[in-house]
């Protein structure tokens, strides 16, 4: 602090924390406490705002436990409230989302940091880049006509003899989460991407040159030493597309088939449709706190810690 | 068990850049090789190219008799000690020790004790539960050698891996070594830019200049015989004389030039060539009066004492820097600043040699 005041003068330190402290504040810290709030009253008519019924309830709450429905998870059949059902379809696919992208980023990344030649890294990271120039929003209805029933995938699949009959992807092959899960990944591969591409730049390369010399094959090298020392950049990289696929609305919207629905879109019935602030805020708040507890177990599971991510 | 290697005129291209030029060198089973050089002269691509992370350009490379090209570092009978050690980080000191035996498949308690007995033989007992951020420099190159015994190398490379540490733990390190050397009997290949690193400790020391090995021989024979001027200015100092040579006669030959006639050895390899007589300041001596032969007079600049020995910087006619050392044995007289003195050496410790071996 002092060093601050002695580098910029009181003027400017004061409005740097003035301005980081209406971030926090006015921008996270109270928006989230209102919802908080919210959730725990009912929905209820101008008339009756503030009666005898605006009261503290968890009603909003219990409400995810109504409407069981009887599905199957890999085959197995179970009854289920349809938006636990949602919720838990929505916390896998995005951990299955997460696990592609770290599948496509690593290589990737690997290559970038270590393989290519310095030369060649502004042109390729360029190549990266430019498909984020156009907005997630046209990106997501570019997949949709790609993956459509008529649409170039399933012609080019067809003029190369791998298909003989259209394929409905959107309904999918293997769940009917397919196009969610290849969109999401496609949109959110870069966010992977970056974090390991940075840590796997900082490894001394004779270390992996030491682990070859030393008679180690390619892939314990990158098990015992390339891996480890990218495990803070694979870890937040895993958070950051995990949980911008949860919470990713608009790409389940444009490319999700009817039988798919993604818990944001539920969150959002609520708000837009209901009209109910109250419940979609009560939503909201389990859909935060759950994937909150589940991130801490992944962390827990691989032994990362937080300092690591913040890095 | 140790093997030799053999470089038979080995190349090495970077582009149109040629870093090693025709190399060819014969490396004992057994024995402690230095190769000696300025940074940029192609040792460390030599040593590259032994480990298996460069393929030579042309040339065959034998270890063991056995040719290697095409054949992986990982394949390879080395184990190369990188000049920044590039030990592992996030792994425990016996891991580090015993990756390489992880990799061949050892069980966990097999290798425990492997590296409990690599530490001991590197004289860094008890730290196998410490990590390698826990080492000071010299602990950690103890390290990095005990990971490379760890595989039973044939060959053992080392690229300048003591330029990091202090002067003192150098010079100890360097005894340390030459005895691990010695009781192991692992052929090693160490790379050094310091002089007084590849003589004190090898076998035989190979000089490098612009990609091309100059001259391969005993220590001893380096400062003593050296075959050209690259050789002779790199390992140690020299006063130089330029001129025309004359007739030889026994190995001996006059020289005439802008600072006198002098007489000197001369190499079979030297004649016909043009010439640079090398003496060392510790052949020539100051005289009163005009020797016979091989005496230059020169005006005393500087006088420093250096404990055994003084050196005695001076300046002949047309500005030639000359220096000599006096004993410090309290008899021999040493010259005052500004004194008129004769630096005179004997000839048969002075060398007509012809300039570095480059292409071209």
């Known amino acids: 602090m002092h060093d601050l005041i002695r580098r910029y003068g009181t003027g400017l330190t004061t409005l740097f924390c003035l301005l980081v402290a209406f971030w926090l504040l006015v921008l996270i810290i109270l928006p989230n406490f209102s919802m908080l709030f919210e959730s725990f009253f009912p929905y209820l008519p101008v008339a009756d705002q503030g009666g005898p019924k605006d009261v503290f309830t968890l009603g909003n709450y219990e409400k995810i436990l109504a409407n069981p429905i009887e599905t199957a998870w890999f085959g197995v059949p179970v009854t289920i409230p349809i938006h636990v059902n949602t919720f838990v379809d929505t916390v896998f696919f995005s951990a299955l989302v997460t696990f592609m992208t770290l599948i496509l980023a690593y290589p990737l990344a690997y290559f970038l940091a270590k393989v290519a030649s310095p030369r060649s890294i502004p042109t390729l990271l360029l190549l990266l880049f430019i498909p984020m120039w156009v907005s997630e929003a046209l990106r997501a209805f570019a997949w949709y006509i790609i993956l459509t029933f008529n649409g170039p995938l399933n012609a080019a699949l067809k003029a190369l003899g791998i298909i003989d009959q259209s394929i409905r992807w959107q309904n999918g092959i293997v769940t009917s989460y397919d196009a969610i899960v290849i969109v999401l990944t496609y949109c959110y591969v870069l966010f992977m991407l970056f974090p390991i591409y940075t840590a796997i730049t900082s490894l001394d390369t004779n270390q992996i040159e030491a682990a070859e010399d030393l008679g180690s094959p390619w892939w314990r090298t990158h098990w015992r030493v390339v891996i480890p020392h990218a495990k803070p950049g694979i870890a937040s990289g895993c958070v950051m597309v995990f949980m911008l696929s949860a919470g990713s609305l608009l790409v389940p919207t444009v490319v999700g088939s009817t039988k798919a629905n993604w818990f944001p879109q539920t969150i959002y019935t609520w708000f837009n449709d209901a009209l109910d602030w109250n419940t979609g805020a009560a939503y909201s708040m389990i859909f935060l706190l759950v994937c909150i507890i589940f991130v801490i177990l992944m962390m827990r599971l691989f032994k990362v810690k937080l300092s690591d991510i913040a890095r | ?360």
């Not at chain 2, 000599?324 to 500004?338: C, I, M, R, S």
């Open chain 2, 1 to 360: 068990m140790s093997a030799g290697i053999d470089l038979e005129n080995v190349c090495c291209d970077f582009g149109s850049f040629r870093a090693v030029d025709n190399a060819s060198v014969s490396i004992r089973p057994g024995e402690f090789f230095s190769f000696l050089g300025p940074s940029g002269c192609g040792k460390t691509t030599i040593l590259r190219m032994v480990s298996g992370f460069i393929e030579p350009t042309e040339g065959t490379i034998r270890i063991g008799g056995k040719d290697v090209k095409g054949t992986r570092p990982n394949q390879r009978p080395t184990a190369l000690i990188f000049q920044n050690l590039a030990l592992f980080p996030l792994m425990p000191i016996w891991e580090n020790i015993s990756f390489g035996l992880e990799v061949r498949g050892v069980d966990k308690a097999t290798r425990r004790r492997r590296a409990e007995e690599l530490l001991t033989l590197v004289d860094l007992p008890g730290a196998a539960d410490k990590m390698v951020s826990q080492l000071s420099g010299g602990q950690k190159q103890r390290v990095a050698i005990a990971r490379a015994l760890a595989v039973e190398p044939q060959v053992m490379l080392l690229d300048e891996p003591l330029s990091a540490l202090d002067l003192k733990l150098r010079q100890h390190m360097r005894a340390e070594l030459r005895a691990i050397q010695k009781r192991t009997g692992v052929t090693f290949i160490y790379i050094t830019h310091d002089q007084g690193e590849a003589l004190a400790m090898s076998d035989r020391v190979g000089v490098m200049s612009q990609g091309r090995i100059q001259q391969i021989a005993a220590p001893r024979d380096i400062y003593d015989n050296p075959v050209n001027g690259f050789v002779a200015s790199f390992v140690g100092e020299n006063n130089i004389f330029e001129g025309e040579v004359g007739p030889v006669s026994d190995g001996m030959a006059g020289l005439s030039g802008p600072h006198g006639r002098f007489r000197a050895r001369i190499t079979p390899e030297a004649q016909g060539k043009q010439v640079r007589l090398y003496v060392r300041p510790e052949h020539t001596r100051l005289t009163g009066t005009a020797a016979a032969e091989n005496s230059v007079e020169m005006e005393v600049t500087e006088v420093a004492f250096e404990g055994a020995f003084i050196s005695v910087h001076g300046v002949a006619a047309g500005g030639k820097r000359l220096s000599a050392e006096v004993k410090n044995d309290g008899v021999t007289q040493v010259p005052e600043v500004g004194a008129r003195v004769f630096a005179t050496f004997d000839a048969a410790r002075a060398l007509l040699l012809p300039d570095a071996n480059v292409r071209g």
